[in-house]
């Protein structure tokens, strides 16, 4: 068990490829936090890192709001002591033809232009 002891943070866990890196990560030993906009599959793959015999704790967030992602990384550190492992897999985005977006989104989702 490569990461015992470790607490893993990962965004968009509630399904998709931050669900399976959230579950690996459980077998592997880490107790993961499971940040997801979706309150229900979020709740869902935290019961999935449980049951791998780790913490789980799953985390409702918007990562495009710098306050419910302050509040995550606050609430996780206050429950499971720590992070050590990061994974920013959540994506956020307007998805439209390019020539569609406003520019209020181009700055919204891609602030470092």
């Known amino acids: 068990m490569r990461l015992e002891g470790k607490v893993a ?3 968009g ?3 998709g490829i931050g669900r399976a890196i959230a579950v690996k990560f459980a077998t592997e030993g880490a107790a993961v936090v499971v940040g997801d906009i979706n309150e229900e599959t979020a709740a869902a793959t935290a019961e999935k890192v449980r049951s791998a015999g780790v913490a789980g704790l799953s985390i409702k967030a918007d990562v ?3 306050m419910e992602t302050q509040d ?5 550190v206050a429950e499971l002591g720590r992070i050590d492992i990061l994974v ?3 994506g956020v985005g307007d998805y439209k033809p390019f020539l569609e ?3 209020e989104a181009w700055d919204r989702f891609c602030p470092f232009t």
Do not use: C, F, K, Q
């Open 88 to 90: 920013n897999n959540a």
């Open 101 to 103: 977006i406003t520019e």
């Open 13 to 15: 866990a509630g399904s």
């Open 72 to 76: 995550m990384v606050a609430r996780a």
């Open 9 to 11: 943070l990962v965004t």
């Open 64 to 66: 495009s709001s710098t």
